[in-house]
C-alpha cells in the first residue's frame, strides 16, 4: 500500500503563485509515476502534470504549460508542484495520484493511489 497526504494549498491572488506537496509512505519505491490532477466543482477531475521516477520525463495539460513545474525528491518521496501565474480558472482540489507503470498518462483510471486533496483558490 502506498499512502499519499497532500499540502501547501491556499488562497491566493491571480498572478501569484503557490507550490503544493505530495507526501508518499508506505511502497513509494515502487511507484515510478507520480501525477497532479485537479477538479473543479461540477466539473471531472483532469490530468494537469506528471513525472518519471527518474525526473527525465514530464508531462504537463496545455492549459498549464508553462506556469506549473513538476518535481520530485526521492529521497524524501515527495513530489511537488509548482504554480505561477496562477488564474481563476485554476481554482480546485488538487490531488496527487501515483501508479507503477512506466508511462505517464493522463486518464484516473491508469492511476493506483491517490491522496486526499488540498484546495486551490486564486482569487480575481
Known amino acids: 500500500q502506498v499512502q499519499l497526504v497532500e499540502s501547501g494549498g491556499g488562497l491566493v491572488q491571480a498572478g501569484g503563485s503557490l507550490r503544493v506537496s505530495c507526501a508518499a509512505s508506505g511502497r513509494a519505491s515502487v511507484m515510478y509515476i507520480m501525477a497532479w490532477f485537479r477538479q473543479a466543482p461540477g466539473k471531472e477531475r483532469e490530468f494537469v502534470a506528471g513525472?518519471?521516477?527518474?525526473?527525465?520525463?514530464?508531462s504537463y495539460d496545455d492549459s498549464v504549460k508553462g506556469r506549473f513545474t513538476i518535481s520530485r525528491d526521492n529521497s524524501k518521496n515527495t513530489v511537488y508542484l509548482q504554480m505561477n501565474s496562477l488564474k481563476p480558472e485554476d481554482t480546485a482540489v488538487y490531488y496527487c495520484a501515483a501508479s507503477a507503470t512506466f508511462k505517464i498518462e493522463t486518464t484516473t483510471s491508469r492511476y493506483d493511489y491517490w491522496g486526499q486533496g488540498t484546495q486551490v483558490t486564486v482569487s480575481s
Open positions: 513525472i518519471s521516477r527518474s525526473s527525465s520525463s514530464t
